[in-house]
């Protein structure tokens, strides 16, 4: 794999870091005038998402992570893993339920989504920025509202808990932003 | 179609950049300090094994020779201090290789000058003056003279005067830095550079100027020693909102000294191999004929354009940053 040095350090870059793959969000080069130079460098660390501050000496390496975003398809959950597929190769990948995390909230059979390889094991896996989904289970709405004002949980078909507008009824199909668990609209079918 | 033809700031920022230069012309007219031009190509330059510099083939056929981009026009200007210049200042250019980020442009403008007979309490108060004349409209607080001593123990904790590699180590380990104890290991002054810019500068000149005053000798660079004290030496930075912007010293005089650092500093290029810098012997001799005493100070001029317009990123204040030159 190949070696960054901190002046290559820039937005995206994927290094290792205390022996876990890590994402590199922000660096910032530090040199007071008659100083020594450093890098303030903000990093995410891949496998346990947690973000932290991190300087080096300016002229300081790291090595590279071989992590790779991939589109896959969600096949199914056998209890323990879930499973995925590249389209175009076929080939199929596993994750457990530590690995998609939150991810499972949003993954239905077929849908696409993304899973974080790292040395070819997922490492992460991050569902598309906006699904649609049923909803299998809400309190009847109040007829003639059509506001957003209030709402009301709903249940989705893959179990996770959204809040909707009165007026939105169970059996329909919803769209929900991923990134921040919102209701966006309904679905004509 | 490329679009990377165009500034990297605005059209507004070139007509600031143009005032500002206007008033501080006019600021040191009105004291009677004469403007100079010093050579940006010089044949010696700086051994500090902080700043790196840029070089260049020289072609006077038939013979060849290794030229520098200035880091300062420090060394020039002490030599025409020494030829009986008076006080002087200059608007120019300088290059520091490898230097970019969002304060940092390898090529940047600073303006320097020098107080013949000023000591450095003297070039504080002309400071003070210059900026509060260039933030007139912008209502800064009063300036605060703080040693470097009290802002170091008021942010820290540390006495940065005495290395403690135990107490230094355990603070940084409570603060969450703990990289700083292998970065840092037992070098007294890298110790200092890094909780100095992470824990200290941030806080500095919070809507004011704030001038640190007495730096601690192990970074007295070209800073005289405090005759008072051996651990002091006569160095003044200038901070507003937390950022460095610029730099002065009571001016080490003593040539003997003076060459004494620059053998040392070539010999901590040599250890760290980096690119061999030769000893400027022009500015040795000026300081052996007799540098006259003054204090001096470098203000990064593209750094406070960024004060002024509240930019962002340095490259905000350039017609091009280095990324578009």
């Known amino acids: ?189 | 179609m490329q679009t990377d033809w165009q500034p990297t700031c605005s059209l507004e920022l070139l007509r600031l950049r143009a005032r500002l230069f206007g008033q501080i012309r006019e600021f040191f007219a009105g004291r009677g300090v004469l403007e100079v031009e010093t050579p940006l190509l010089s044949q010696a330059l700086g051994t500090d094994p902080q700043l790196a510099f840029f070089s260049t083939q020289y072609e006077s056929l038939p013979n060849q020779s290794t030229l520098f981009l200035q880091t300062s026009p420090e060394f020039a200007m002490k030599r025409l201090l020494a030829a009986g210049s008076g006080s002087i200042y200059q608007i120019c250019k300088a290059f520091r290789n490898g230097e970019a980020g969002r304060f940092h442009n390898p090529e940047f403008t600073l303006l320097e000058w020098y107080r013949v007979g000023f000591d450095l309490p003297q070039l504080m108060t002309e400071v003070d003056d210059l900026i509060s004349l260039l933030f007139f409209d912008y209502g800064l607080q009063v300036t605060q003279r703080i040693s470097y001593r009290d802002v170091f123990q008021q942010y820290t904790g540390l006495d940065p005067l005495v290395f403690s590699h135990h107490a230094y180590c355990a603070y940084a380990l409570a603060q969450g830095i703990p990289e700083a104890v292998t970065i840092c290991a037992d070098d007294h002054a890298l110790w200092l550079d890094f909780l100095f810019s992470h824990k200290v500068q941030p806080h500095l000149g919070k809507n004011a100027l704030c001038m640190v005053y007495g730096y601690p000798s192990c970074q007295s660079s070209l800073a005289r020693i405090s005759p008072e004290n051996k651990g002091i030496a006569e160095r003044v930075e200038l901070f507003i909102k937390g950022v460095e912007l610029g730099n002065g010293y009571y001016e080490l005089t003593d040539a003997v000294e003076q060459e004494r650092r620059f053998n040392e500093e070539i010999g901590i290029r040599q250890q760290r191999k980096q690119p061999v810098a030769v000893k400027d012997e022009r500015f040795l001799a000026a300081l052996y004929s007799g540098l006259p005493d003054c204090s001096g100070m470098a203000i990064g001029l593209d750094r406070l354009l960024m004060l002024l317009s509240a930019c962002e990123s340095i490259g905000d204040t350039l017609s091009f940053s280095i990324h578009r030159a």
């Not at chain 1, 389209?87 to 530590?98: G, L, P, R, S, V």
């Open chain 1, 1 to 189: 794999m190949a070696v960054y040095s901190t002046n290559e350090f820039k937005s995206g870059l994927k290094v290792m870091l205390d022996n876990d793959p890590c994402a590199i969000i922000e660096n910032e080069f530090v040199k007071p005038g008659k100083g020594q130079a450093f890098n303030r460098v903000k990093i995410r660390n891949l496998k346990t998402g947690r973000v932290i501050e991190r300087t080096f000496k300016s002229g300081e390496s790291l090595e590279g992570a071989d992590v790779v975003d991939v589109e896959m398809q969600y096949l199914y959950n056998d209890g323990e893993f879930r499973h995925f597929m590249v389209q175009d190769t076929f080939e199929q990948y596993q994750a457990d339920n530590k690995i998609v995390g939150d991810a499972a909230h949003w993954l239905k059979d077929q849908d696409f989504c993304t899973v974080t390889l790292w040395n070819d094991s997922p490492l992460a896996v991050t569902p598309a920025n906006f699904v649609e989904l049923a909803i299998v289970e809400t309190d009847p709405g109040v007829r003639g509202d059509t506001s957003g004002g209030g709402g009301k949980p709903a249940k989705l078909d893959t179990g996770a808990v959204v809040r909707v507008p009165l007026f939105v009824q169970q059996g329909e199909v919803i769209k929900v932003d991923t990134r921040t668990g919102e209701y966006i609209s309904r679905v004509k079918e």
